[in-house]
């Protein structure tokens, strides 16, 4: 086994961190010896609750995370879900509602019935939303709660230490780790632009040890572009803790990607990814489709914040995605999710535990190889 500060915090055998949407991928991670960490976005708060009731159920006692995004600046209004939700579609202008019909309407796009739920998710990326995420979340006991959306909010901290949690929070430069770090938080993720989902402009390889420089004795991982073994043993060469890895788990059997998606991501190289604001406001990285190049062709118009671009767009990508798997030959080209450059490594799928072993005998003979070079 490889021991770093990370497993020494978690009490896990390999300093690798599984994060999806997938309860069952985050469980399969744990049960190989990771740290399977819940994307609770996609969920509404009581759905996340759910989950987590079903994620330890599996994992009898084995530690696990969730993740969250808890923004700085919001868009809120309203005094319950229903009304917040009115108050942000109020928010939408004509133009950009406009805009997402005539692309459906292109591409031969069938509207599916609008789904209340999908609203609430939006508006779960809202003050509002994202605190109903969190008591889901202190009801239970995850080992680790990580905020993937700006500096970690004093109360997040204060509740999650308060709970024995450790408070994790990815960083995309020296200045958000200096202040994640001001915080509180006790793990910081340097998350390089080859990741993908929400992901700054630096690659991994230049901002790992500039994080690790500035963590002192707080364990540092790296992620982004990281999805097998050589990739994990440079990450821990650069001084990282550990990886934290996310687009690797999207070529995984368990994963609930729709399987169109995933033909994609099989067919895809490295540079099939673009890093826009187009879907939920703020720049991620996604595979490139022709939904991407219509929001950035002339006369388009600009995305707009989080949570009124997730808003505008929940509803067609859910149309999207049920046309593709149809067969739908216009939805295959508009469809898309978040993926890193990573993806382009992807050949087959596989088993997300298996993906966990193998990722960790992978860098322990990558180690080894190198310790013989030493001479």
């Not at 999806?20 to 469980?27: G, I, L, M």
């Not at 459906?104 to 609008?114: A, E, K, M, N, S």
Request: proline share 6%; net charge negative.
């Amino acid at each position: 086994m490889i021991r770093t500060a990370l497993t020494d915090l978690l009490g896990v055998e390999h300093p690798i961190v599984g994060f999806n949407r997938s309860p069952a991928v985050v469980t399969e991670v744990s049960r190989a010896g990771g740290f399977g960490v819940l994307a609770a976005v996609s969920y509404t708060a009581e759905e996340l609750d759910a989950q987590l009731t079903w994620i330890e159920e599996q994992l009898d006692g084995r530690p696990y995370g969730v993740d969250l995004l808890v923004p700085e600046k919001t868009a809120d209004a309203g005094a319950d879900r229903e009304d917040l939700v009115a108050a942000l579609r109020a928010q939408l202008p004509a133009e950009h509602l406009a805009f997402v019909d005539d692309l459906l309407d292109r591409y031969g796009i069938p509207r599916l019935p609008v789904d209340p739920g999908r609203d609430a998710i939006a508006a779960g990326m809202s003050r509002r939303g994202a605190e109903a995420q969190l008591d889901a979340v202190f009801a239970h006991r995850p080992a680790l709660v990580a905020n993937a959306l700006g500096t970690a909010p004093p109360h997040l901290v204060e509740r999650a230490h308060d709970a024995g949690m450790a408070v994790a929070a990815l960083v995309g430069t020296r200045r958000h780790a200096e202040r994640q770090l001001a915080a509180g938080v006790d793990v910081l993720v340097a998350q390089g632009t080859e990741a993908g989902g929400h992901t700054g402009t630096i690659a991994t390889t230049v901002l790992t040890p500039e994080i690790v420089g500035v963590a002192g004795d707080r364990p540092v991982l790296a992620a982004g572009g990281i999805a097998s073994g050589d990739q994990m043993a440079a990450a821990l060469a650069l001084g990282a803790a550990g990886v934290w890895c996310g687009s690797v788990w999207l070529s995984s059997v368990e994963d609930v990607a729709p399987e169109s998606v995933k033909r994609k991501f099989l067919a895809a190289g490295s540079g099939d990814t673009v890093r826009s604001p187009a879907r939920t406001g703020k720049p991620a990285r996604q595979l490139r489709s022709a939904y991407h190049d219509a929001w950035s062709a002339p006369g388009a118009p600009a995305p707009l914040p989080m949570p009124l671009q997730p808003l505008l767009t929940l509803q067609a990508w859910s149309s999207i995605d049920a046309a593709a798997d149809a067969g739908n030959p216009g939805a295959t080209e508009l469809q898309s999710f978040f993926v890193g450059q990573v993806v382009g490594a992807f050949t087959e799928l596989r088993g997300a535990g298996e993906i966990t072993r193998e990722m960790a005998r992978g860098c322990e003979r990558r180690i080894a190889a190198l310790a013989g070079l030493v001479r």
